[in-house]
Nanobody, 115 residues
Framework: QVQLVESGGGLVQPGGSLRLSCAAS????????MGWYRQVPGQQRELVAT???????SYADSVKGRFTISRDNAKNTVDLQMNSLKPEDTAVYYC?????????WGKGTLVTVSS
């Protein structure tokens, strides 16, 4: 089993930065494709960024050039550095771990971008 715990959410002004972190338990972290998703109430959860076990990254068009995903397999963590934040980035952000047999999810952390 894998448990994921997010941290780092909060209130930030437009144009500001925030760094989210996800800590994973379990011994299989290094083989998982990790990702960050976000969800606004009443809307579908959307993919923000992913990083494979080998370090290949991909991003939603809406965050390219502003967000950076990274992982540390020795520490079982995956981070999301968010720069130049916009009000439309406001959402609950979820950490995800994907394996051939299924998905693991954290409980989410709220990011609010507002002046």
């Amino acid at each position: 089993q894998v448990q994921l715990v997010e941290s780092g959410g909060g209130l930030v002004q437009p144009g500001g930065s925030l760094r989210l972190s996800c800590a994973a338990s379990g011994s299989i972290f290094s083989i998982l494709t990790m990702g960050w998703y976000r969800q606004v109430p009443g809307q579908q959860r959307e993919l923000v960024a992913t990083i494979t076990s080998g370090g290949t990254t991909s991003y939603a068009d809406s965050v390219k050039g502003r967000f950076t995903i990274s992982r540390d397999n020795a520490k079982n963590t995956v981070d999301l550095q968010m720069n130049s934040l916009k009000p439309e980035d406001t959402a609950v952000y979820y950490c995800n771990g994907r394996a051939n047999w299924g998905n693991y999810w954290g409980k989410g952390t709220l990011v609010t971008v507002s002046s």
